[in-house]
């Protein structure tokens, strides 16, 4: 939780530091605790470092996530953040690094017409995220609990 806030406070002191950017996604997967954007052109970015973070949309709490570019797909791993993506949803919050300058960058996905969500599958059996897209492109983010079926005692052995 200590890193969360040093983040925030990060973000806060730098914010008018930052160029901001929105970015283009032509498709995305959201599978197995991964989301996978991939992005009309991001490789024209010259990069030192690029980071991802998942920002509470009603408490503003911001939490950092593996992540691995390759080509113009970034993967996101969400594996550890299933369980704090109950409550409420989160947006999806890049930061590319390079020399003393960054550039905060905000997925769009722009073949998006109407809202629409999808769910998909989790690594637990008992979780589900959510995305759900907004008119305007944007993610939001955040995870389904799943309760067991106790009056299935098959099932309730097996978990």
């Known amino acids: ?7 925030d406070n990060f973000f806060k002191l730098h914010l008018n530091n930052f160029n901001i ?8 997967e959201l599978k197995n605790d991964k989301l996978s954007l991939n992005f009309d052109n991001i490789n024209y970015l010259p990069t030192n470092k ?23 797909i970034l993967s996101i791993d969400l594996s550890n953040l299933k369980y704090f993506c109950t409550d ?23 073949n998006n017409a109407q809202n629409y969500s999808i769910i998909g599958s989790s690594l637990n059996q008992h979780i589900k995220w959510f995305l759900r897209l907004l008119e305007n492109g944007e993610f939001r983010l955040s995870t389904i609990v799943l309760f067991p079926n106790y009056n299935n005692i098959e099932e309730n052995i097996s978990s």
Do not use: G, Q, W
Request: hydrophobic share 35%; net charge positive.
């Open 21 to 28: 950017l929105e970015k283009d996604i032509i498709s995305f």
């Open 1 to 7: 939780m200590k890193e969360t806030r040093n983040i």
């Open 50 to 72: 690029i980071s991802v973070f998942l920002k509470n949309i009603k408490t503003r709490e911001i939490f950092k996530c593996s992540s691995v570019i390759n080509d113009n």
């Open 88 to 110: 409420y949803e989160y947006s999806i919050i890049i930061i590319n690094e390079f020399n003393n300058s960054s550039t905060m960058i905000y997925p769009k996905y722009k």
